[in-house]
């Protein structure tokens, strides 16, 4: 038997180690001597598993590797439905879908005159665009009454105001894709469908903000011609009973934060610009038909108000980002109601991310709330409000209830009991 010298104070690890496995050994072998086969075979195979796993050895079997995400999964960040991290929590309201546009629309325009909905131009598909106006009757929900624009005028992001009787049309994009924007204005007639024309501005842009105020036409912001660059010029012009007074425009204070598809509203005498974006898709250099490529855009929250002091003052910004959203609102009791848009992109895919929530800006208490979820996600509604009902139509919708980004084109239209 062998025999073991004397450990020196602080070496008695190693022989403790030792004994330890020495044990286990023994232990192991009256274990496989007096166990059933199967038993041991298991342990066996347990521990040279185990073995060929950590030790790298060429008869390992492969790592276990974790399946990848659907593609499609890849643009829920959560689960369940409206789930997605840009949705806030709202109430759930009862729509009700009506008769339905005679044509889809994206990025068309829209103005109510009493009871009727003029719905203006648009795309139907990225290379083809309407070229007239539909009308939606309120009273009795039915479509009817279209007649053809002018052959020069935009198609697309255009502005758009009226006094009531008068709708002005200003600037925009003339023709599909990404082709260029027009500085042409116009002006129609609605009791007698005549267009007359408006002197044009002096540079042509994208989705500017337009709003009639203190007896002029104010044009602000947009993209300027290469359809991403940040306009931010101020113009105004004075005009009357659908006539210019002017014969050009007059320079005004350049508005804080540029860029297209934002609300343009005024209330308690006051011009407001709501959201919007700074950067949009561009022609693709080169392209005979002005292919739409993407490029950097940001989406903001911003809301500036001009008074009479003529200067811009911000107010509390949107719950979230929103863009898109330059016919999507409504003045009621005193309140600025805004359906859907596009806000900041998905931060996994990259992707658009479209706004399903109704919010509500609160004139007396400059407040924002979210008061609603839509149907749907959808971007450039054109919304109108009639006899205590809200309602919307047109646009782009989502891809469904967990993916946000956008994908087809629609002409329907639904409607809400709005309850402030």
């Known amino acids: 038997m062998a025999r073991f010298a004397p450990t020196k104070p602080g070496s008695r690890k190693p022989c403790v180690v030792l004994s330890c496995l020495l044990i286990l050994g023994l232990v192991l072998i009256l274990d496989l001597r007096f166990a059933p086969s199967s038993s041991s075979s298991l342990i066996w195979s347990n521990t040279l598993d185990v073995y060929r796993r950590t030790s790298g050895t060429p008869n390992a079997p492969p790592e276990v590797k974790k399946p990848k995400p659907n593609k499609n999964d890849k643009d829920a960040n959560l689960k369940g439905p409206n789930a997605t991290f840009a949705d806030i929590p709202a109430p759930e309201l009862e729509w009700e879908e009506m008769a339905p546009a005679p044509v889809p629309r994206l990025d068309g325009a829209a103005i109510q005159i009493k009871d009727l909905l003029y719905v203006f131009a648009g795309y139907g598909t990225i290379d083809y665009v309407h070229s007239h106006v539909d009308v939606y009757n309120f009273s009795d929900n039915t479509w009817g009454g279209r007649f053809d624009m002018p052959k020069e005028m935009a198609h697309s992001h255009l502005g758009m105001v009226t006094d009531g009787r008068y709708i002005y049309v200003v600037s925009g994009q003339y023709g599909p894709q990404c082709r260029g924007p027009t500085a042409r204005n116009f002006v129609l007639d609605t009791m007698t469908k005549e267009w007359r024309d408006l002197p044009p501005l002096p540079a042509p842009r994208y989705a500017p903000a337009t709003q009639l105020w203190r007896g002029r036409l104010h044009v602000m912001g947009g993209s300027k011609e290469d359809r991403h660059a940040v306009g931010l010029d101020h113009w105004s012009l004075a005009v009357k009973d659908g006539k210019a007074l002017e014969t050009e425009w007059r320079t005004e204070i350049p508005i804080p934060r540029g860029g297209p598809h934002r609300a343009c509203v005024v209330a308690n005498d006051k011009l407001l610009a709501i959201g ?6 561009m022609a693709k250099p080169g392209s005979p038909i002005f292919k739409c490529v993407r490029r950097a855009e940001v989406v903001y929250s911003n809301v500036y108000m001009l008074d009479g002091r003529n200067q811009w003052k911000e107010l509390p910004p949107m719950p979230k980002p929103d ?8 003045n009621v009791n005193n309140s600025i109601i805004i359906a859907g848009g596009t806000t900041e992109k998905h931060p996994i895919t ?71």
């Not at 919007?276 to 898709?281: H, L, P, R």
């Not at 863009?323 to 409504?330: C, G, K």
Request: glycine residues 10%; proline residues 5%.
């Open 350 to 420: 990259k992707k658009m991310v479209l706004v399903g929530e109704l919010f509500r800006f609160d004139l007396n208490k400059l407040e924002w709330s979210v008061i609603g979820r839509l149907p749907f996600r959808i971007k450039t509604t054109l919304v109108g409000f009639w006899d205590g009902w809200l309602y919307f139509t047109s646009g782009q919708r989502d891809k469904g209830p967990l993916n946000p980004s956008p994908k087809k084109v629609v002409g329907c239209m639904w409607r809400t009991k709005l309850h402030l």
């Open 323 to 330: 863009s898109h959203i330059e016919f999507a609102w409504v």
């Open 276 to 281: 919007g974006q700074e950067g949009d898709f």
